[in-house]
């Protein structure tokens, strides 16, 4: 007995012997240009900080990468959430893929995010864009105590005071009006005075 929920035009002989892909968690490019003209996709993202004895943020990183036409921009650890997978092991995932093995990630003990960021791909709805697709960011400050050696397509983390990173010419190089994020972020953990 099928407990599935059909869609209005859907016909069970549409889709002769659909094998499974040997990842779940993953979409093909363009399954996943598919699904981001339908659905809007959930994201992690982590300002990465480094704090002091008494837990107060005296570093902030910001990623350096070039984007799609080649222009140098700042932006922070992000990533989509896999099927399946928990919002941690999603953030740790990115922190792991953006700053390397050895950052050595503090995750939070909470999944409550300091925000949650909608990006749309039409400017003006939302103070964040992604050209892309319509997103949902949950986004958390994440102490690291390691070494960042960049990885994938960032090509170095540049550490900051928390000054610096609220600044408004930082906030000019980020992508997506993550500027703002990061002063959200700053601000909930009490690092802007």
Request: proline fraction near 9%; charged fraction near 20%.
């Amino acid at each position: 007995m099928s407990v599935r929920t059909p869609d209005p035009d859907w016909n069970p002989d549409d889709e002769p012997g659909v094998r499974p892909p040997a990842n779940p968690g993953w979409l093909t490019d363009l399954e996943l240009a598919e699904v981001r003209g339908r659905l809007p996709l959930l994201y992690v993202e982590a300002v990465p900080v480094r704090v002091d004895g008494l837990g107060q943020v005296v570093e902030v990183g910001v990623l350096l990468r070039a984007n799609a036409v080649g222009e140098m921009t700042r932006t922070l650890v992000s990533g989509r959430v896999m099927y399946g997978e928990t919002l941690r092991d999603a953030l740790f995932r990115h922190l792991e893929k953006d700053l390397g093995p050895m950052a050595f990630p503090l995750l939070p003990t909470s999944a409550v995010p300091f925000a949650v960021a909608e990006y749309f791909p039409m400017p003006g709805i939302s103070q964040f864009t992604d050209e892309r697709q319509h997103a949902v960011s949950l986004a958390y400050v994440v102490p690291v105590t390691g070494t960042c050696e960049p990885r994938q397509d960032a090509l170095e983390v540049t550490w900051m005071t928390p000054a610096e990173a609220a600044s408004e010419s930082v906030a000019a190089e980020m992508e997506g009006g993550r500027g703002s994020l990061v002063r959200q972020g700053l601000a909930s953990v009490g690092a802007l005075r």
